[in-house]
């Protein structure tokens, strides 16, 4: 069973719960509606989309770029993982997830998200959502969530903070990927050097991103690669 036919509503269950990997079957198109992207699943709708984000004029203009077959491992898809208690569904779209007097480590993540083929996708869906850094999920409002799309260089940036731990788990950032009218790639992403990457039975190092300090914060990168050719 595929990743988006394992989706189902969030449960009130640890990450770590053995239950999370036992999911009920769904249809693309109701996983697409259960998680509040259905304007992915309408070409029309999408493109309004694209032409009203800011920049994307600007991006239509600028050269095309050569896609880049630079896949670090090859054409390895990057794992999906258990997507756990707190995803919601309806994100805003935002590259920035930092609020005015948000507590925390400030990190970006940033990347490209290949095909298996290494070539880049351009207006692939990122959908992120994370504990702040009490280790604590809103799931009243959306703090820490936010989706967008990569550009036409299949680029993507997140501006949010480091997570704080939580009990039974390491640090981690969830997110979901999808390329255009593909199926949902749900995944977490980890942090090198963590205590607990040694005994969260849901780490995976293949999800590992590369670190630094940067002069505002952390900085991060990962790149994702999609099972799309
Ligand atoms: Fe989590």
Redesign the pocket.
Known sequence: MSEDEQHEEPREVP?GDPGDEQHNGMSRKNFIIAAGLSAMAVPATMGAAKADAPGRAAEAKAPALTPTPSCDDGDDPTPPQTE???FKRNSPERSNLVEPGMPGTKLTVSGVVYSRSCKVVANALLDF???DTYGN?DNYGFRLRGHQFTDSAGRFSLSTIV?GL?PG?TR?I?VKVQAPYQRVLTT?LYFPGEPRNQTDTIFDPALLMNVSNGPNGRVATFDFVLTVP
């Open positions: 990450d756990g208690p707190y959502w994370q504990a999920y997570p939580y788990r981690h969830h977490q």
